[in-house]
């Protein structure tokens, strides 16, 4: 049963770090992309940052130098450490993972997501 389940958020000051995690329960015949997303009250879920299988990662702008993602494959765990952080950083983190491997087990670009992790930043 594939589970994704994220821990770590919570309430911090302006400035200050949080790192959140990502447990997965994944097929181990594939291979997966992992990414974190968020999305504030009353508005669209936007992407965060990524990781491939290779460990190109990739930010949103919004992010970049502040966020860092990584990924642990001998604990089936993705981090996001959080550092700056603002009140704009509000939001519900969510973790997503998406197939790249394409075989009878493995449906490529399939997606699953996790429940999320509630991150408040106060000024």
């Known amino acids: 049963q594939v589970q994704l389940v994220e821990s770590g958020g919570g309430s911090v000051q302006a400035g200050g770090s949080l790192r959140l995690s990502c447990a997965a329960s994944?097929?181990?015949?594939?291979?997966?992309?992992m990414s974190w997303y968020r999305q504030a009250p009353g508005k669209e879920r936007d992407f965060v940052s990524r990781?491939?299988?290779?460990?190109?990662?990739f930010y949103a702008d919004f992010v970049k130098g502040r966020f860092t993602i990584s990924r642990d494959d001998a604990k089936s765990t993705v981090y996001l450490q959080m550092n700056s952080l603002k009140p704009e950083d509000t939001a519900m983190y969510y973790c997503?993972?998406?197939?790249?491997?394409?075989?009878?087990?493995?449906?490529?670009?399939?997606?699953?997501w996790g429940k999320g992790t509630l991150v408040t930043i106060s000024s």
């Open positions: 990781i491939d299988p290779d460990g190109s990662t």
């Open positions: 994944l097929y181990t015949q594939c291979t997966y992309s």
């Open positions: 997503k993972a998406q197939t790249r491997t394409a075989s009878a087990r493995c449906r490529l670009g399939e997606e699953y």
